[in-house]
């Protein structure tokens, strides 16, 4: 079983920077691929960042490239987004979820296992 908690969330400014974090637990967690989504207010979820354990290898949304990093600390076991540049935009309530496999998915159906959300709030 795969437990996934998220922090980090708030209200910042734009041009600010926030650091979401994602707790995992369970005894296999570096199998996983560990992905971030995103839901703004009256839209689909969509994909931002993606993390795999066993390689460290990532995968962004293309209109996010530059602005977020994702990375992966082992001795914490959470997985990291490092928000810069924040813009109103960018406003929403963030996902973490993950998945067994060894290929990033975007596709929200094929995660299994999800957190409770944080809620990021840019102010313009």
């Known amino acids: 079983q795969v437990q996934l908690v998220e922090?980090?969330?708030?209200?910042?400014?734009?041009?600010d920077s926030l650091r979401l974090s994602c707790?995992?637990?369970?005894?296999?967690?570096?199998r996983l691929c560990?992905?971030?989504?995103?839901?703004?207010?009256?839209?689909?979820r969509e994909y931002v960042a993606a993390f795999r354990w066993s390689s460290g290898s990532t995968d962004y949304a293309d209109s996010l490239k530059g602005r977020f990093t994702i990375s992966g600390d082992n001795a914490k076991r959470t997985v990291d987004l490092q928000m810069n540049a924040l813009k109103p935009e960018d406003t929403a309530v963030y996902y973490c979820a993950a998945k067994y496999g060894l290929t990033y998915s975007t596709r929200e159906y094929e995660y299994v296992y999800w957190g409770q959300g944080t809620q990021v709030t840019v102010s313009s």
């Open 34 to 44: 560990v992905t971030w989504f995103r839901q703004a207010p009256g839209k689909e």
């Open 23 to 30: 707790a995992t637990s369970g005894r296999t967690f570096s």
């Open 7 to 15: 922090s980090g969330g708030g209200l910042v400014q734009a041009g």
